[in-house]
């Protein structure tokens, strides 16, 4: 009896975790917070869940909060986890890159980060 019950109960904890699953940043290329040289040509973002690619996307604004692009992210077709988004060349400044994700499990996440591209010496 002790044991169906310790297994109901595990059971239960197991099935929940699974339920409250949600998609938060990884990590970034270029870095959270990062100063690099080279402008990149592609923002890329990793979660802690797969993602649902129609309601995923990333924006990324200059210094004067304008949109630097019009194309629209895509999920990695081979990491359902990685969300991309290619950039036009940027001009030495800081940007903002806005997300917004769904996790396949439905649950919506949003964040923000900032990275300088460093002028040229």
């Given at each position: 009896m002790?044991?169906?019950?310790?297994?109901?109960?595990?059971?239960?904890?197991?099935?929940?975790t699974?339920?409250?699953?949600?998609?938060?940043?990884?990590?970034?290329?270029?870095?959270?917070?990062?100063?690099?040289?080279?402008?990149?040509?592609?923002?890329?973002?990793?979660?802690?869940?797969?993602?649902?690619?129609?309601?995923?996307?990333?924006?990324?604004?200059?210094?004067?909060?304008?949109?630097?692009?019009q194309?629209?992210?895509?999920?990695?077709?081979?990491?359902p986890?990685?969300?991309?988004?290619?950039?036009?060349?940027?001009a030495?400044?800081?940007y903002?890159?806005?997300?917004?994700?769904?996790?396949?499990?439905?649950?919506?996440?949003?964040?923000?980060?900032?990275?300088?591209?460093?002028?040229?010496?």
């Amino acid at each position: 009896m002790k044991s169906i019950i310790r297994l109901t109960i595990l059971t239960i904890l197991l099935t929940a975790t699974n339920a409250w699953a949600h998609a938060f940043l990884d990590h970034a290329e270029p870095a959270v917070g990062s100063t690099i040289d080279t402008p990149p040509t592609e923002i890329k973002i990793w979660f802690t869940e797969k993602l649902e690619p129609a309601f995923s996307q990333i924006q990324v604004l200059d210094h004067h909060s304008k949109p630097v692009t019009q194309s629209r992210a895509a999920v990695d077709s081979s990491d359902p986890s990685l969300l991309s988004l290619s950039v036009p060349s940027l001009a030495p400044g800081v940007y903002k890159v806005i997300w917004k994700v769904m996790s396949v499990d439905t649950h919506m996440t949003v964040g923000n980060f900032s990275f300088t591209v460093r002028k040229s010496r």
